[in-house]
């Protein structure tokens, strides 16, 4: 079917874009640690092109064992009880890179503190919702946790994080939700 190749392909193309929005935060020869690292897009495009070190942490076997084959360093486990600093050591990574991965964490606050003891610089892409009085549990096997907006940002600040820069982009994120519906 045509139509799914070229809807695949935006959402490829997508997704990509999504990594490379975050370059001019990530400087070249990067530590990172890629949290919920999926198939590995993110971790092929900031190897290829920041010539970062990237390690990829998922809790999916399969996508271990492909990172792996892709030349990562994977580490297969849950981030949410990983003891980061026993795996990885103090200051190990320049930048902790969550690219739609921090919906599926459901203490968001205890991981994000726990990613400051490991690494110097967050990074995160997440879907959120516009209002606070709302989270929900919805898609992917009913594993997301979608939060409010102010909600993500005051467990960055809790975590002990410094924001610099907070970007709504709502029109970019939905068609990856679409996607994932689609599956």
Not at 34 to 51: I, K, Q
Not at 88 to 111: M, P, T
Request: proline content about 2%; aromatic content about 10%; charged content about 25%.
């Amino acid at each position: 079917n045509n139509n799914t190749h070229t809807h695949t392909h935006s959402y490829e193309a997508a997704a990509s874009d999504a990594v490379r929005s975050f370059y001019s935060y990530i400087p070249m020869q990067s530590r990172v640690l890629d949290v919920g690292a999926g198939w590995c897009g993110p971790a092929d495009l900031l190897s290829s092109e920041r010539d970062a070190n990237v390690v990829a942490l998922t809790v999916s076997q399969a996508q271990s064992f492909y990172c792996l084959s892709h030349g990562h360093r994977s580490v297969h486990a849950d981030a949410e009880t990983l003891s980061l600093v026993d795996t990885f050591g103090y200051d190990s990574f320049d930048v902790s890179f969550l690219l739609e991965s921090l919906e599926h964490i459901s203490n968001k606050r205890a991981l994000l503190s726990r990613l400051r003891d490991v690494s110097s610089k967050l990074l995160i892409r997440t879907s959120c919702l516009k209002s606070s009085d709302v989270s929900v549990k919805m898609e992917f096997d009913n594993s997301m946790y979608v939060e409010s907006c102010e909600s993500i940002l005051s467990y960055v600040k809790e975590s002990g994080w410094i924001l610099e820069d907070v970007q709504y982009r709502e029109s970019e994120v939905l068609p990856t939700h679409e996607e994932w519906r689609n599956r």
